[in-house]
């Protein structure tokens, strides 16, 4: 038997630090939307026991076995199935970029084979099982726009986010979640962030927009700096980098101006851009 899953980008935003925990995780309020640019997973349950993970369109760089092989293995624990699993990611969202590509491949294979093994754990277990896989799994198991607390596991859905344009800048370098966290000089007890209210209007979004990570990937990275300033001359309303970057995400009134920002930044050599929508 073999299925295909779509496994969607997510954007950030915005990215509150609220505070450390002992093990070292940082506690967050984010608002967190998924967006329309895929990865295709495709699962096979097959013969041969284990698992096993191919990636194509991109160099993984080295360390750390796939994500998806972790939640496959985990399915074949829980559902104690006598088969093996191999997966094919066509990798479409760039990689350690801050669009959450790995989690969104292990929350999509998680999901796939819930379904292919007739498990049925449920919308909660499976959170709570893409949780011990990483902080950004569960997410992408809700579905839906979320108001993000703890160390980004506890999800409340977000009323009336309007499903906006926006479009996806990556310049190319790969950066570290790990190493953003590392570097973030906390200080104080971070803000106090609220789930904002309504957000049905592009001015709404705007005024939404913030990362505390920027603190520490700018000084590093000013490409991201540009590329912000880049997405605004071309009209976008807002711009702001997503997770622990470098992508940045312009936000768009109309379609029609983030086709051509979107057109105009895919000119610069080494730069990617996407135009998506919310989901
Ligand atoms: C920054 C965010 C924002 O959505 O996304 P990305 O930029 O990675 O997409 C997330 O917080 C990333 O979540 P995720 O990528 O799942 O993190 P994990 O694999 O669990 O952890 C990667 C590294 O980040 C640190 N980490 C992660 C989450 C968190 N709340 N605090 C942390 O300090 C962990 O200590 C670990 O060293
Ligand atoms: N299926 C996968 N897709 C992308 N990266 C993966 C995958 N499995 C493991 N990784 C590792 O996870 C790291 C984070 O990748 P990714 O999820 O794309 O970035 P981000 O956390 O910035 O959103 C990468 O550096 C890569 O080594």
Same mark, same amino acid.
């Given at each position: ?137 569960? =997410?992408?198991? !809700?579905?839906?726009?979320?108001? /993000? ?5 506890? &999800?409340? *859905? #977000? %009323? ?25 000089g906390l200080t104080s007890p971070g803000t106090v962030a609220r789930m904002p209210g309504f957000l049905e209007t592009t001015a709404g979004v705007v005024r939404l927009l913030h990362n505390d990570l920027e603190g520490v990937t700018i000084p590093r ?27 940045? =995400?312009?936000? !768009?009134?109309?379609?029609?101006? /983030? ?5 105009? &930044?895919? *000119? #610069? %050599?080494g730069w990617r851009s996407f135009l998506v929508r919310a989901l």
């Amino acid at each position: 038997m073999n299925k295909t899953f779509l496994a969607p980008a997510k954007i950030n935003l915005c990215l509150h630090v609220v505070g450390k925990r002992p093990d070292g995780y940082h506690e967050l309020a984010m608002l967190m939307q998924r967006v329309s640019l895929y990865d295709t997973v495709r699962i096979a349950l097959v013969a041969e026991g284990g698992v096993r993970v191919v990636c194509k369109g991109v160099d993984l760089p080295p360390g750390g076995e796939n994500i998806a092989a972790r939640a496959a293995r985990r399915m074949l624990e829980l559902s104690g199935a006598d088969c093996g699993v191999e997966i094919v990611i066509d990798k479409a969202i760039p990689v350690a970029a801050g669009l959450g590509g790995g989690s969104s491949d292990a929350a999509a294979v998680l999901m796939g084979l819930d379904e292919m093994l007739s498990t049925a754990l449920g919308k909660e277990r499976l959170m709570a099982e893409g949780g011990k896989l990483g902080a950004d799994v569960p =997410f992408f198991i !809700f579905k839906e726009p979320a108001w /993000a607390t703890g160390i980004g596991d506890c &999800l409340e *859905t #977000v %009323p009336s986010l309007a499903p906006f344009w926006y479009v996806l800048v990556n310049p190319g370098v790969a950066v570290s979640t790990a190493w953003v966290y590392q570097n973030l000089g906390l200080t104080s007890p971070g803000t106090v962030a609220r789930m904002p209210g309504f957000l049905e209007t592009t001015a709404g979004v705007v005024r939404l927009l913030h990362n505390d990570l920027e603190g520490v990937t700018i000084p590093r990275y000013p490409v991201i700096a540009s590329l912000k300033e880049r997405l605004l001359g071309l009209g976008a309303a807002g711009a702001l980098m997503s997770g622990s970057g470098p992508t940045v =995400f312009g936000v !768009f009134e109309g379609v029609e101006a /983030a086709r051509a920002a979107c057109e105009e &930044l895919a *000119t #610069v %050599p080494g730069w990617r851009s996407f135009l998506v929508r919310a989901l």
